[in-house]
């Protein structure tokens, strides 16, 4: 080099000439990777460094001396070659290799910082099936591979492919919500995690739930011996997480049922003659369906048939009108309230998901018959709710 001995590999300085001196390689340097702190490491068919045997793979200090705590990932039972190499941002190196002598690692792996094997990198996966040539790590930490393999980790991929790369931290994302729910209903838990390959324990007051493996927990058909904390662990090859406790309440099961409720609009003290038909269009079979004289307006009309068609539409009129009546479609719960005439009962409320310690009342009914409905026409636009039935003394 600009008459310099130099074996296999040198160093220009800023003017292109040769550094004076740099380091003795006994044979051919196929690629070399400057590190961030000036480190080189270097990679080829040499066997030795400076005089030092460090055959196939070597790191070199600033100065082109070699660095004794690289150790290089040399197999305990074989050698090879590296191919390329790449740097990861937290330090580790990927290296694509051909394996020679029947060495006990596979064509693609990741060292630690010092060169020794990372175990954790394709732990429980087999990697490429051949020969990798090439490889960059994206910005993202993604790593791009190319080269004469077919199968990445069990999954087909000719030539090239993209691996997840730098393993996302293993974190809660989502944790289950507390619910409450009544008896034979069924409920269902879930998390949401990141991670590499996570995998999940559900447990039920602290016991093991058989079967309960997956991001989501069903529970079909709870019963009160169902209430109490689930939680689920998500573990992977860098640790375990647990998720915030989730509590189940299982309560009583109260009569209700869905009904369309008709928000009626015009003017006060008139008359709204209200009609439902099963289709729509010129040849409709409008029938007639109660005649309501509106005292407010809005008012609340409810439509109790049983059993409900499974389309049905509405409309009203009314004769000569000032301005034109209205109506606005909602479902409601329609819930059975039964006891002596006289009584008073209280109507509380509760989210389906969320605290399951926070009812809340939404009326006292004084019953004027010994079974009659409330509606709840509060909980339009609003989560799911549950109820319960109490009577006053």
């Keep these: 080099m600009n008459g310099l001995l130099r074996k296999s590999i040198a160093r220009l300085n800023a003017d292109g000439s040769p550094d004076s001196f740099f380091a003795d390689v006994d044979t051919t340097v196929i690629g070399c990777l400057p590190q961030p702190d000036g480190k080189v490491l270097i990679w080829g068919f040499f066997e030795f460094v400076n005089g030092v045997s460090h055959p196939g793979f070597a790191r070199l200090n600033v100065d082109g001396s070699l660095d004794p705590t690289f150790v290089g990932g040399r197999d305990p039972e074989g050698t090879y070659m590296a191919k390329a190499v790449a740097l990861q941002p937290d330090g580790k ?65 000719a030539g090239v492919v993209r691996l997840m790369g730098l393993y996302a931290p293993l974190a809660i994302l989502a944790n289950p919500s507390s619910q409450t729910a009544e008896v034979g209903s069924s409920v269902t838990f879930s998390v949401s995690a990141s991670g590499y390959a996570p995998v999940f324990q559900w447990f039920f007051n602290s016991e093991v739930i058989n079967n309960g493996t997956n991001v989501k927990l069903p529970l079909p058909s709870i019963q009160p011996l169902d209430s109490g904390i689930y939680t689920v662990v998500v573990t992977n090859i860098t640790g375990a997480v647990t998720s915030a406790p989730a509590v189940l309440a299982v309560i009583p099961s109260i009569e209700k049922r869905v009904v369309p409720a008709l928000s009626l609009v015009g003017e006060s003290g008139s008359s709204l003659h209200l009609e439902n038909s099963t289709e729509l269009g010129p040849t409709a079979n409008w029938l007639p369906l109660d005649t309501v004289t509106l005292k ?72 004027t018959n010994s079974s009659q409905f409330y509606f709840d026409t509060s909980a339009i636009g609003k989560p799911t709710r549950l109820y319960r039935l109490l009577q006053v003394p």
């Excluded at 006289?342 to 969320?354: K, P, S």
């Design 93 to 157: 190196l990927l290296v694509a290799r051909e394996v020679l002598n029947g060495g006990g690692h596979p064509c693609f792996v990741r060292l630690t910082a010092n060169g020794s094997w990372d175990n954790s990198f394709f732990a429980g996966q087999s990697g490429p099936d051949n020969v990798v040539d090439s490889l960059a790590v994206q910005p993202d930490g993604k790593v791009l591979l190319g080269g004469e393999f077919s199968v990445v980790n069990q999954t087909p991929c």
């Design 296 to 367: 407010n307006s809005p008012q609340w009309y409810f439509d109790l048939s049983s059993p409900l068609p499974s389309q049905s539409y509405y409309r009203a009129w009314q004769a000569a009108p000032a301005s034109p009546p209205g109506l606005d479609l909602h479902f409601v719960r329609a819930i059975t309230l039964t006891g002596t005439i006289g009584d008073a009962i209280l109507v509380d409320a509760i989210n389906q998901f969320g605290p399951t310690n926070a009812w809340f009342t939404l009326a006292t009914v004084m019953l």
